[in-house]
C-alpha cells in the first residue's frame, strides 16, 4: 500500500507563511512528480503546484511569486512554502504523488487525505 500524509495546515492571518509538508510510504519504487491541490469550500479541487523528480516545477497563476514547492526525493517528501497568504487561500489542501511500485509498473495517482488551511485575522 502507499499512504500520504499531510502535515502543517492551520490558521494564519492575512500576510502570514504556512509550510505544508507531504510524506509518501509504503510500497514505492519511483515518484514521477508531486503536487498540492486545493479546494476552497463549495469550489472544485484545482492544481496550485507541482513539481517533477528532476525539479522542473509549474504554478497556478494565483500563487506564483508568493507559494514555493520543493521535493526531497531521499525522502520522498514534497513541501510547500506559502508566504504573503490571502483570504482566498483558504482551503483544504490536497498533496498528491505519481507513484509506481515496481521498476516495471505503471504510474498512479495517490492523494493524501487533505489538511485545513485558513487565513483569517
Known amino acids: 500500500q502507499v499512504q500520504l500524509v499531510e502535515s502543517g495546515g492551520g490558521l494564519v492571518q492575512p500576510g502570514g507563511s504556512l509550510r505544508l509538508s507531504c510524506a509518501a510510504s509504503?510500497?514505492?519504487?519511483?515518484?514521477?512528480?508531486m503536487a498540492w491541490y486545493h479546494q476552497p469550500p463549495g469550489k472544485k479541487r484545482d492544481l496550485v503546484a507541482s513539481?517533477?523528480?528532476?525539479?522542473?516545477?509549474d504554478y497556478a497563476d494565483s500563487v506564483k511569486g508568493r507559494f514555493t514547492i520543493s521535493m526531497d526525493n531521499a525522502k520522498n517528501t514534497v513541501h510547500l512554502q506559502m508566504d504573503r497568504l490571502e483570504g482566498e487561500n483558504s482551503a483544504v489542501y490536497y498533496c498528491?504523488?505519481?507513484?509506481?511500485?515496481?521498476?516495471?509498473?505503471?504510474?498512479?495517482?495517490?492523494w493524501g487525505q487533505g489538511t485545513q488551511v485558513t487565513v483569517s485575522s
Open positions: 509504503g510500497s514505492i519504487f519511483s515518484i514521477s512528480n
Open positions: 513539481i517533477t523528480s528532476g525539479g522542473n516545477t
Open positions: 498528491s504523488a505519481a507513484i509506481r511500485k515496481t521498476s516495471s509498473g505503471t504510474f498512479y495517482q495517490y
